[in-house]
């Protein structure tokens, strides 16, 4: 006999009852995030990509209803703090600022401590930008042909500068020598305020650089500027011509943001994630960064960031075996 059958009707439906009641009252799970989450940017403070990571969590963090922390982990050219989010919980409370160098890195390094195409969850591009080709004004080109025309009279005579072996800078460079058969001396500094530095002090002639760290050094007469280096003009400087439209036809080279997550994150927290980098990116804090640096918003689904990173990665492996760059 049951258990039940002994127990008087109503006392059993009284108890089902309150059974029911403590299941349906139970609290759901709270929906995502429930805590800060954890945006490490790979470069030390103060930088381009630091700059624009700040701003786009100040963004992130009014729209998820919860503090976005940027965490700066520098090294080996991004490695590091790109490796420390590989190895986070896929949970979507840790992320990475991805740049050129995640495109690049699976080229320069035989050894990566990561796959680029299997560790990540790709969450949203954010945007691209152009670099720019300046010289200093002492020398004696105001245009990409008169630069090019001096470069092949005088092969091995000019010096470029880059923020280091690798970086967006050197690489843009390495493309230029290519595709417009010239050659040029690649001077790596640590960093790009020492190349800055010794280009307007005329130790090196021209750099290939982001539009934040020379904007205020052309405006003033310190630097000259002779191109950009993305596809179209930039809305920084419209009267620049690209590199491709200057004389160096198929040239395109630029800088790119773009927020990845450990891979197996699960798909409602990159969509939540998704979402709330396309609402930062419309932040008036951030707008002030596209007038400034003449960036390219960009955000649209997970997969974009994959197709647009899977390109750049082949084009510039080209680069790499061309140039002889790969480091390990």
Request: net charge neutral; no cysteine; aromatic share 8%.
């Amino acid at each position: 006999m049951s258990v039940f059958s002994t127990l008087p009707r109503r006392l059993l439906a009284l108890g089902l009852a309150t059974a029911a009641a403590s299941l349906g009252s139970a609290p759901a799970h709270a929906a995502f995030p429930e805590r800060p989450v954890t945006l490490v940017v790979p470069f030390a403070p103060g930088g381009g990509t630091d700059n624009i990571a700040r701003t786009l969590a100040e963004g992130m963090s009014q729209d998820l209803g919860q503090s976005v922390i940027v965490e700066n982990r520098p090294g080996a050219g991004t490695v590091i703090g790109t490796q420390f989010v590989a190895r986070s919980d896929p949970d979507g409370y840790t992320l990475v600022m991805a740049t050129f160098a995640h495109a690049v890195n699976p080229s320069l390094h035989k050894n990566l401590p990561y796959d680029t195409q299997t560790a990540f969850a790709p969450v949203a591009l954010v945007a691209h930008s152009p670099n720019v080709l300046v010289v200093n004004p002492k020398e004696p080109f105001h245009s990409v042909k008169e630069l090019l025309d001096y470069a092949r009279a005088n092969p091995g005579k000019l010096n470029y500068g880059s923020f280091g072996n690798g970086t967006s800078a050197h690489l843009a460079g390495e493309l230029f020598k290519s595709l417009a058969k010239v050659d040029l001396v690649h001077v790596p500094y640590k960093g790009s305020a020492p190349a800055m530095t010794d280009l307007m002090g005329g130790q090196i002639q021209l750099m290939f650089t982001t539009v934040a760290s020379v904007a205020s050094h052309i405006k003033s007469g310190k630097l000259r500027a002779l191109a950009v280096t993305s596809a179209e003009r930039s809305k920084a400087f419209p009267d620049l011509p690209t590199v491709a439209e200057a004389g160096v036809p198929g040239y395109q080279a630029e800088s790119w943001y773009g927020l990845y997550a450990p891979a197996n994150t699960p798909a409602a927290v990159v969509r939540r994630l998704n979402a709330s980098v396309a609402k930062a990116v419309q932040s008036a804090a951030f707008q002030q960064r596209v007038a400034d640096e003449g960036l390219m918003v960009d955000v649209g689904a997970p997969d974009q960031l994959t197709r647009y990173v899977d390109a750049e990665q082949k084009r510039w492996s080209q680069v790499v075996r061309d140039a002889h760059l790969q480091q390990d």
